[in-house]
Structure formats: C-alpha cells, structure tokens
C-alpha cells in the first residue's frame, strides 16, 4: 500500500540547520493523512523550536528520555514502535554516528535501538562530514543493517561549501516515505527469540476489519471500522511467537507481518474462512461483521417510477457464537469485542452470556471518542470473573497487553478445558 492516509510516521529531527525543512515535512505528510509524531533532540531545539513542531504535527512533541511525565504518557519502546515507519529528518552525522554505533544517551538514539520498524534516514551535513571516512563507514554499516536513505542532495550549503551533503527536499522525502511503506514496516524478531514468547506453539485465529455486504454489484452497506485494533493484535500475537491467521475484511492498512491474512469482503464469507483456519488454542473476534445483509441484486438498481428500492435485511450468521457454541474443536480461549456507543460495560455483560465467549473486550465507540478509526482504544475487558478497565493507551500497546493477558488466562487454565 503506498497511500498515506492511514500511516503512522515518528519525525526524528537532529540538530541541522536543514531542520526548518522538517516543519514544511511534517507539514506534507499530515496533508496526505499521515499521522506525525515528532522527537526532537536537544541540538535540535537549537535550530527550530519544540512548540513550531507541535503545531505543525498537531501532537505532543518528545524530547527527554528521562521524563517522567513523557514515560507516564507513552514509554520510549511504545513511542518507537506505534509507528509505521521512522524517519529521521535531519539526520546528522552524530545521530547517524550514535545509530551505527548502538550508541544510546537520548531519546533519539535510544528508540532508533529500540524499534522494530524500518528507519529512513535524510542526511545533512557538511560536505566534509559526509565525504569523511568515519560518517562514510557509519552509513555502509547502516545500510547494511536495513536503514533506508534519502539524499543527501548536492548544492551549496548555509557554510558556504558547494556539495553533497543537503538534505533532500520534503517533497523527495515524501516520496521516499511511500516508497518505504509501500513493503512491511515491521522487522519481526529472529525466531529464535519468538519461540520463548507467551504464545509459543499456540495457534490463533482472529477476525478484523469491517465486512462489506453487496447491494447489488456496485453498491455495498459497510461501516466505520478500520482494522487497526485488530491487525494490532494479531501482531502482537504473532511477536509473542503464535502461529496466527488473521481473517481480514476489506481494510486500507498494511497486512502485518509474520501473520497469515485470508481477506474476505462478506460475513458469510468471513465465517467459512474462520471455519477453515480452525482449529485454534484462541480465537479472536475483533471484526465489526456487519450484522444484516440484503439479497443482493443481480443487477446494478436503477432509479424507476415505483421510487426508492426496499431492502428485506436478512441476519447475517454470527460468527464469534458460531465459534463459542462448537460441540467439537472449540478454541480453549474464545473473545469477543463489544464495541458499544452507550452502557458499554452492560451490553458487554450481556454479550458475555448471549455469544457464551469466555472474555469480552468492550470499548466506547461513539464518534466523540475517536476510537474507531483512530489510533488509541480504551478497553474494559469483561469476563466471569469481573471487569478491568484499562487507561487510554495506543492500539499496539492495547494489543500487547491483550496478547498477554490471553497467553496468562490459557496458562492459568482459564476458562476450564471446553468440553470436546
Ligand atoms: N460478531 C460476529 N459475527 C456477527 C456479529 C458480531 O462474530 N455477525 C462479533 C464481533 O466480532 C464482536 C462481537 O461479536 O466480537 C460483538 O459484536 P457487536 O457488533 O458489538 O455486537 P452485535 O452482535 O452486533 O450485538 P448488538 O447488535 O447488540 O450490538
């Protein structure tokens, strides 16, 4: 997928003077639809302020990787990760020295380290210091290890020199930014390390994103849900070293990677390919499947004398209390989402009983929240046991702690072995 309508871009910005290009970046990238988060480092703010970036990403900017409040808020290794990609704009040779190096004294450098997406780096500098034998073996190495760069581009330079070392223009880095999305971001661990992780040896199945239902062979009824929680989990599941299948409808984010994605566009569809892929240790409907459909017409409907067309709605099957009622074969872990615009803990409770899954994870989907579509969820998870409401967190941290709590309920014996 190249668009970047849904994207997620984390703005790394050093200290260059080539920095007040990164406010115009920013500026691009959000007129596209991405999402820019942006850190800044401390040489950073000596060329361009804290506050300007702010306005121009319409987020938080982070800067200290020892504040406290910052960490509250969103920890270093959650920053790095709840990206599609980063980009590091400008990237200076002391930045890319720290990078080839390991190297971790500050926020910048240390989710550089620490993250699991692919990093595209614009580079600025002197012509000297990009011609230098040092800054030359930092960027072979960095490449070597995955980092994608743009630029740097000749031309002269705010020293007075004439050369390479000019950070590309935004629009080229733009562009650049498509191109890297255009394959999957995640670099997923060696499975070496995935073998150890909480769901090792476990197969799981989950459902996500909305369905489509046909009208006729043009026309559709559908809904708002984006897939990320869902995709996000299935993520999740699969770092925590699962065998997951992820039965997704139609959606305009990234398949994640390590995960065997089915895409389907109805429910009935949807239904036979959950059928398929069990059975499972977990089965996950995180999906928003629509709930009716219309006997499709085999014709695109056309405007007549007798006035609108009526629809006779027929139920859609439900696919989450289809999986729960199995006689034989039932996933020991099977959870359902609730997603709610009044009462959510309530209509949870009942859907906990009514689809007769053994966790609902329940969240207020009414427009004011931004929830669905957005990138953060606040979920109560509800169960025979009680409710736990978490705090608002990002879909990918929401979708970490899920993974482990599911991974803790199957060790713990919760729910008792299904009866085969
Ligand atoms: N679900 C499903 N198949 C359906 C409808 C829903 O698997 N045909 C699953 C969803 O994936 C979710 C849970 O059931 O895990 C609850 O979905 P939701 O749309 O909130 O509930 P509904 O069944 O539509 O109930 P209500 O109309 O009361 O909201």
Same mark, same amino acid.
């Given at each position: 997928m190249t668009s970047l309508a849904s994207a997620r871009i984390l703005l790394v910005v050093g200290g260059g003077v080539a920095a007040y290009k990164s406010l115009d970046l920013a500026r691009r990238l959000r007129e596209r639809g991405a999402r820019v988060r942006a850190v800044i480092t401390r040489a950073g703010k000596h060329f361009i302020a804290p506050l300007s970036l702010a306005a121009l990403t319409g987020e938080k900017v982070f800067e200290d990787l020892f504040s406290l409040t910052d960490e509250a808020e969103m920890g270093h290794i959650e920053l790095s990760r709840d990206a599609d990609l980063i980009v590091v704009a400008p990237a200076t040779a002391d930045l890319l020295a720290k990078a080839a190096h390991g190297l971790a004294d500050d926020l910048a450098s240390t989710l550089l380290l620490a993250t699991d997406k692919k990093i595209l780096a614009a580079p600025a500098m002197n012509l000297r210091m990009w011609l230098a034998?040092?800054?030359?073996?930092?960027?072979?190495?960095?490449?070597?290890?995955? @980092?994608?760069?743009?630029?740097?581009?000749?031309?002269?330079?705010?020293?007075?020199?004439?050369?390479?070392?000019? @950070?590309?223009?935004?629009?080229? !880095?733009?562009?650049?930014?498509?191109?890297?999305?255009?394959?999957?971001?995640? !670099?997923?661990?060696?499975?070496?390390?995935? $073998?150890?992780?909480?769901?090792?040896?476990?197969?799981?199945?989950?459902?996500?994103?909305?369905?489509?239902?046909? /009208?006729?062979? #043009?026309?559709?009824?559908?809904?708002?849900?984006?897939?990320?929680?869902?995709?996000? !989990?299935?993520?999740?599941?699969?770092?925590?070293?699962?065998?997951? /299948?992820?039965?997704?409808?139609?959606?305009?984010?990234?398949?994640?990677?390590?995960?065997?994605?089915? $895409?389907?566009?109805?429910?009935?569809? @949807?239904?036979?390919?959950?059928?398929?892929?069990?059975?499972?240790?977990?089965? !996950?409907?995180?999906?928003? #499947?629509?709930?009716?459909?219309?006997?499709?017409?085999g014709e695109k409907l056309k405007k007549g004398a007798d006035g609108p067309p009526r629809f006779a709605l027929v139920e859609n099957p439900d696919i989450l209390a289809t999986v729960a009622a199995r006689a034989s074969g039932r996933p020991r872990l099977v959870v359902g989402f609730a997603a709610e615009t009044e009462k959510v803990v309530e209509h949870a409770r009942a859907k906990l009983a009514r689809k007769k899954c053994d966790l609902v994870v329940a969240n207020d989907v009414s427009p004011a929240t931004g929830i669905m579509g957005g990138d953060a969820n606040e979920v109560s998870l509800v169960g025979p046991d009680g409710v736990e409401s978490w705090p608002k967190l990002g879909k990918d941290e929401v979708a970490r702690r899920l993974v482990a709590e599911f991974a803790r309920r199957l060790s713990s014996g919760q729910p008792d072995e299904p009866s085969r």
């Open positions: 034998p040092a800054t030359r073996r930092n960027v072979a190495a960095l490449r070597d290890d995955g @980092m994608l760069f743009i630029g740097p581009n000749d031309g002269s330079m705010a020293c007075g020199e004439f050369g390479p070392g000019r @950070m590309a223009e935004p629009l080229e !880095i733009v562009a650049a930014v498509e191109a890297a999305l255009s394959s999957p971001t995640t !670099i997923p661990l060696p499975p070496s390390f995935v $073998r150890g992780g909480a769901l090792a040896g476990k197969r799981v199945v989950i459902t996500s994103g909305p369905t489509h239902e046909p /009208v006729d062979p #043009v026309r559709y009824i559908a809904n708002r849900s984006s897939g990320k929680q869902g995709h996000a !989990i299935a993520r999740a599941a699969a770092e925590a070293g699962a065998e997951v /299948v992820l039965v997704s409808g139609p959606v305009a984010i990234p398949d994640p990677s390590g995960v065997d994605v089915v $895409r389907v566009e109805t429910a009935r569809e @949807m239904l036979a390919a959950v059928e398929s892929a069990l059975p499972a240790d977990i089965f !996950i409907a995180a999906a928003a #499947v629509a709930d009716w459909r219309v006997e499709a017409a």
